[in-house]
């Protein structure tokens, strides 16, 4: 069965930091990356990882979040660091399985005081 699943999202203090895992199953996956999609708002890409370790993020997240993959676990990760309300979103795990493009469940992060 193709999958993905992720964990690790929550609520945080602004200055925070938190980790979110993706752990892809049922095939080799190319690219893997993350998305969010907050209240009202269109979902955009956090950041992306391709099979041969190029990675590409949004403008807002360059210098707080950083993409990692462990290519034997089939996990993509997202450190997300000195968090911001407006980082308030569901965040969902990406892979591009062939020409399939594939969704986790989203998983929620809240990013307050």
């Known amino acids: 069965q193709v999958q993905l699943v992720e964990s690790g999202g929550g609520l945080v203090q602004p200055g925070g930091s938190l980790r979110l895992s993706c752990a892809a199953s049922?095939?080799?996956?190319?690219?893997m990356g993350w998305y969010r999609q907050a209240p009202g708002k269109q979902r955009e890409l956090v950041a992306i990882?391709?099979?041969?370790?190029?990675?590409n993020y949004a403008d807002f997240a360059k210098g707080r979040f950083t993409i990692s993959r462990d290519n034997a676990k089939n996990t993509v990760y997202l450190q997300m660091d000195s968090l911001k309300p407006e980082d308030t979103a569901v965040y969902y795990c990406?892979?591009?399985?062939?020409?399939?493009?594939?969704w986790g469940q989203g998983i929620q992060v809240t990013v307050s005081s």
């Open positions: 049922g095939g080799i996956f190319n690219s």
């Open positions: 990406y892979g591009r399985l062939g020409v399939l493009d594939l």
């Open positions: 990882s391709t099979t041969f370790g190029r990675t």
